[in-house]
């Protein structure tokens, strides 16, 4: 299995440093958009004061910038449609189109007394996490009709939590993963269920991009792929790494990628890993194809070498387009 890692673009903008930004990466090589990040202590310029959001395409170009005014941002992320979601911690949630216009709703009285104090956001829906640990779920975010799942019980916030979008269950509703003491609770509309695994606690957790493989990193450093139905373990992978990775998502359905300050190591289902290290800050868009990453100065794409490219190029290849390739090299 060949992977291979390209620029793509030498970013546009100037003086970025991400570090110093909460990003969200548009899906399909959509905008990216950064907005100060005030649980960091930073040395501020007076242009700075003010917190404004950003949109920019991925070459770094700015597309937008509008005063931030709505609230505390709990989690912002984009749709597949490229509208771009912020979830406020009053419970509002606030829709914006490429061009800063924008319309807003409520989740409702529970979210809105309670308070929201986390969310998940995915290509068309969401589900936050209030501050007495309830869950409240939007389905189609064109008609938002906000409802409360099952109550877990909890009594804390739990380690790492994730979604998976109806279209990946077998119910299609919701599903809610929720890594509770050495375990995970799969919590939907009705219903809260104990996988009764042993190998937690987790503190990270992603879905893969058809929804079939759950990546889980362990507080023992260990990286830990089964299947999202629970019943298939796959892989395991110790990376000896004491601290959580900053982020973790998978490159297509393949292999996994976690970051931490300085590098980015990419695990292989059969315990083959490479490692990419960087000078700057990093951040991740997962593609359906690859991985978007966005540095302080490039665009890179890291991707399987296409079957298509590989069929070309392989040593000793007989494909009719590995003849017809050799055949264009002689010409010339």
């Known amino acids: 299995m060949s ?4 620029e ?4 546009e903008w100037v003086g970025i440093n991400l570090s110093r930004y909460r990003i969200a990466g548009a899906p399909y090589g959509g905008p990216i958009a950064m907005i100060r990040d005030d649980s960091k202590i930073l040395t501020l310029d007076n242009d700075e004061v003010k917190s404004i959001m950003y949109f920019y395409t991925s070459a770094g170009k700015l597309i937008h910038q509008f005063q931030w005014t709505h609230g505390k941002i709990i989690a912002m992320q984009w749709t597949d449609t490229e509208n771009f979601v912020t979830v406020l911690s009053d419970g509002t949630v606030c829709i914006f189109d ?5 319309s807003q709703f409520s989740l409702g009285r529970e979210a809105k007394d309670n308070g929201v104090i986390d969310c998940i956001i995915w290509g068309s829906g969401l589900v936050v996490m209030t501050r007495n640990y309830r869950l409240i779920a939007v389905n189609n975010l064109d008609e938002p009709r906000p409802k409360l799942l099952a ?6 916030r ?9 279209q990946f269950t077998l119910s299609r509703s919701i599903e809610v993963f929720l890594a509770v003491g050495n375990t995970i609770l799969v919590v939907d509309m009705s219903d809260v269920q104990d996988q009764l695994l042993n190998q937690g606690p987790f503190s990270k957790m992603c879905v893969s991009m058809d929804g079939k493989l759950l990546a889980l990193f362990t507080e023992k450093g260990e990286l830990w792929v089964i299947s999202t139905d629970f019943q298939k373990n796959l892989s395991q992978y110790n990376t000896h790494s004491a601290l959580p990775p900053e982020q973790m998502v998978w490159c297509s359905t393949d292999t996994v990628l976690l970051y931490w300050d300085g590098y980015i190591l990419m695990v292989g289902p059969f315990g083959d890993w490479i490692k990419y290290d960087y000078d700057s800050p990093v951040y991740l868009i997962p593609e359906i194809d690859g991985v978007r990453i966005i540095t302080n100065e490039t665009c890179e794409f890291l991707q399987k070498v296409p079957e298509s490219t590989e069929s070309i190029f392989r040593i000793g290849s007989t494909e009719p387009g590995a003849i017809l390739f050799d055949a264009y090299e002689q010409f010339v």
Not at 8 to 11: D, K, L, R, S, V
Not at 151 to 156: G, M, P, S, V
Not at 158 to 166: D, G, M, T
């Open 3 to 6: 992977y291979r890692k390209e």
């Open 8 to 11: 793509i673009y030498t970013m």
């Open 158 to 166: 739990p380690h790492s939590w994730i979604v998976l979008p109806p």
């Open 98 to 102: 490429i061009h800063g216009d924008f």
């Open 151 to 156: 109550d877990a019980k909890l009594t804390e």
